[in-house]
């Protein structure tokens, strides 16, 4: 399974952007798919997770800005990110995770910058 993140960019506070995650390969129905972000210094932290059957829960920093959905039958992830703030700059990954096989892959990341 390969993961590739696309749709990162520099973005004003208060705009938008929308990720995407394209997932190729052989993948377990069900699974666990999610965004992460690690900004310059700091460690890599989780922003969303959404199930195989759309069950989505979100970091605190992103409730109410951000919502994860994904499209199972093309096997791709989103991200829509509104009022983005300058805070919200890192780069995002995606993982998908199949824990009944023991499972787990990232992404290789997208650069979202968001100027104040």
């Known amino acids: 399974v390969q993961l590739q993140a696309s749709g990162g960019g520099l973005v004003q506070a208060g705009g938008s952007l929308r990720l995407s995650c394209a997932a190729s390969?052989?993948?377990?129905?069900?699974?666990?798919m999610g965004w992460y972000r690690q900004a310059p210094g700091k460690e890599r932290e989780w922003v969303a997770g959404?199930?195989?059957?759309?069950?989505?829960n979100y970091a605190d920093s992103a409730k109410g800005r951000f919502t994860i959905s994904r499209d199972n039958v093309n096997k791709v992830l989103y991200l829509q990110m509104n009022s983005l703030k300058p805070e919200d700059t890192a780069v995002y990954y995606c993982?998908?995770?199949?824990?009944?096989?023991?499972?787990?892959?990232w992404g290789q990341g997208t650069q979202v910058t968001v100027s104040s």
């Open positions: 959404i199930t195989s059957g759309g069950s989505a």
């Open positions: 993982r998908l995770t199949e824990s009944y096989l023991g499972r787990d892959y």
């Open positions: 390969g052989s993948i377990f129905s069900r699974n666990v």
